[in-house]
């Protein structure tokens, strides 16, 4: 069984930036893709990132793209978002997630573990 934990999530003012981690246990972490989702009130899931495994292939949402990058650290067993720029339509809690394969995910479907996510609150 994988278990998924965000962290880093917070308070920032519109500008600012907001660095989240997601750490992995259990299962496994290698030859699997991972992605950053968020959800805000009201909203339906929103994939914002992925990154495949070993790590070169990436993919942004549209709303993101120039402002967020993700990364991951195999030997360390973590996935990074990177969050600049932000803006309130970024507000959302956001979660990590590991995929069924390799490489990047066609879709929500595509993940099978999740983390709990974390908040992310951004004022204007």
């Known amino acids: 069984q994988v278990q998924l934990v965000e962290s880093g999530g917070g308070l920032v003012q519109a500008g600012g930036s907001l660095r989240l981690s997601c750490a992995a246990s259990g299962g496994t972490f290698s030859v699997k893709a991972m992605g950053w989702f968020r959800q805000a009130p009201g909203k339906e899931r929103e994939n914002v990132a992925a990154?495949?495994?070993?790590?070169?292939?990436?993919y942004y949402a549209d709303s993101v793209k120039g402002r967020f990058t993700i990364s991951r650290d195999n030997a360390k067993k973590t996935v990074t978002l990177q969050m600049n720029s932000l803006t309130p339509e970024d507000t959302a809690v956001y979660y990590c997630?590991?995929?069924?394969?390799?490489?990047?995910?066609?879709?929500?479907?595509?993940?099978?573990?999740w983390g709990q996510g974390t908040q992310v609150t951004v004022s204007s």
């Open positions: 997630a590991r995929a069924r394969t390799s490489s990047l995910p066609g879709g929500t479907y595509d993940y099978e573990y």
């Open positions: 990154v495949s495994w070993p790590g070169a292939i990436t």
